[in-house]
């Protein structure tokens, strides 16, 4: 069955901290995974996108890794600011995602980032 | 570019009455857009993909006479929440594809909080 997991479930760091977070699938064929930062009350934004090839791609302070062969990404946020604290999901697309657009979404991890 | 907006932001409604969510591409043609609801805590539920021209596929477990999908034109599809009970309540959001891209690329919109009293 095709999952994605995330831990930790919630989180809570100091301001100008750093975090990361984890993200374990069973998505098979695999074709690409993204990390979306989802503020309360609001639509997933997206933050990174990698396919099987790459291995870590980065936007600002936020990094993301891909680790194709134990199926593992990771997520690392640099010298948080409060305006980081939301819900982070990670989403993969099975191969079949290309032509149906459906997402295996992860449950989120819940970030507060704290002054 | 790329952007999805939602309408309403929020809507309150007594039990029994229908609600409609729009979903609007603004900068793009998207034939494919798709709807998702979001209990508290939860991630995103795939509910129905909504085509341009034709029926919604829904997900199972989905009451298609109950959520209405229309995809009229490319760049609006609409939710009905059709005798909407306290049980709808959650946060519908949608999403679109970018017709260059593929279906697995998507934009998703604010979202639209529900509340059914």
């Known amino acids: 069955k095709n999952q994605v997991e995330q831990s930790p479930q919630s989180l809570i760091i100091l301001e100008g901290k750093n975090c990361t977070l984890q993200?374990?699938?069973?998505?098979?064929?695999?074709?690409?995974l993204r990390w979306y930062k989802q503020d309360t009350g609001r639509g997933p934004v997206s933050l990174t996108i990698m396919t099987f090839s790459e291995n870590t791609k980065s936007n600002g302070r936020y990094t993301a890794t891909l680790d194709a062969d134990t199926k593992q990404s990771s997520l690392h946020i640099t010298a948080s600011q409060l305006s980081d604290s939301a819900s982070y999901i990670c989403v993969v697309s099975e191969g079949r995602s290309s032509n149906t657009g459906k997402l295996i979404f992860g449950q989120g991890t819940t970030l507060q980032v704290k002054p | 570019g790329a952007v999805v907006s939602q309408h309403p932001s929020r809507v309150i409604c007594k039990s029994g009455t229908s609600v409609k969510i729009e979903c609007r591409s603004l900068d793009f043609q998207a034939t494919t857009m798709f709807w998702y609801r979001q209990f508290p805590k939860q991630s995103l539920m795939l509910m129905a993909t909504s085509n341009e021209g034709s029926k919604a596929t829904y997900e199972q477990g989905v009451e298609k006479d109950k959520f209405l999908i229309n995809h009229a034109s490319l760049t609006l599809s609409t939710l009905t929440v059709t005798s909407a009970h306290p049980e709808d309540s959650s946060f519908y959001i949608c999403?679109?594809?970018?017709?260059?891209?593929?279906?697995?690329?998507?934009?998703f919109g604010p979202g639209t909080r529900l509340t059914v009293l």
């Open positions: 999403s679109a594809s970018p017709p260059w891209l593929l279906p697995d690329t998507q934009y």
């Open positions: 993200c374990n699938y069973t998505v098979s064929p695999f074709s690409n």
